[in-house]
């Protein structure tokens, strides 16, 4: 993949710990295997309950693009409708209106469990545990015209998290792209073992933290207000069938 990059590109953003790297790719092979260990029987339970509750792969596949514009396939949890853009093409995320996201779905993605296939990606080489979020390659050409040093992002592997994915939202639109690319290009160039264990920690008690608010919602008991809402309903109801 041959990049054109923006006339303003300036000299290549490079890690300040190099050395790092190499001992980061040995860190993202063993970490990877561990993971798995406990991944697979998630991912195993998610792809059932995706298949009993909408129609289409449990899995889905996607190129991307990773390191110095290299494409790889990347693999993830189904987490919208089949064939969700076969009348748009590629279109950014919505957010939580984002009517393409099945129920299931949204819970998958707000925990982040759809994301745990990509643990194969990482044994693979393709990428990191910790890096810049992976684009598709639409959308990389065109934001290496519309951003100023988008490509500086490119200099690193991909992750399955990243400072990025951890502290802003996704991606809707140039502006919030412009936003983390300022994230991406911190990362870059301070990529490290505290800040690579921070970064996974941090993802850890996001997806424990949302896991926990989706169940406690399932076993929160009724509102006052609702159960007074109630209580005047099954008296008038009461009177009615008199």
């Not at 290549?12 to 561990?34: E, H, N, T």
Request: proline share 7%; charged share 20%; with cysteine.
């Amino acid at each position: 993949m041959t990049h054109r990059g923006h006339a303003d590109e300036p000299t290549c953003v490079i890690p300040l710990r190099p050395s790092y790297l190499p001992f980061k790719a040995v860190l993202d092979f063993v970490l990877s295997l561990a993971l798995l260990v406990v991944a697979i029987p998630v991912i195993t339970v998610a792809a059932i309950a995706i298949k009993l509750t909408s129609a289409g792969p449990a899995f889905y596949r996607q190129v991307r693009v990773g390191r110095n514009g290299r494409r790889f396939t990347l693999v993830k949890i189904r987490t919208m409708v089949q064939n969700a853009e076969a009348g748009t093409g590629p279109v950014w995320s919505s957010g939580g209106g984002d009517s393409r996201i099945t129920p299931l779905g949204r819970l998958l993605r707000d925990s982040h469990i759809d994301e745990l296939p990509q643990l194969f990606n990482v044994l693979a080489g393709d990428m990191s545990l910790v890096g810049p979020r992976p684009e598709r390659p639409e959308f990389v050409d065109q934001l290496e015209w519309k951003v100023p040093n988008y490509l500086q992002r490119l200099n690193v592997k991909p992750g399955v998290t990243g400072l990025a994915q951890v502290l802003l939202p996704p991606d809707s639109g140039i502006d919030s792209v412009v936003q983390k690319l300022v994230y991406d290009v911190y990362y870059v160039r301070n990529s490290s073992f505290s800040l690579d264990l921070k970064l996974i920690a941090a993802t850890a008690w996001k997806v424990v933290s949302q896991l926990a608010r989706h169940t406690l919602g399932r076993l929160s008991l009724p509102h006052p207000e609702r159960i007074a809402h109630g209580y005047s309903e099954a008296l008038s109801s009461g009177r009615a069938g008199k």
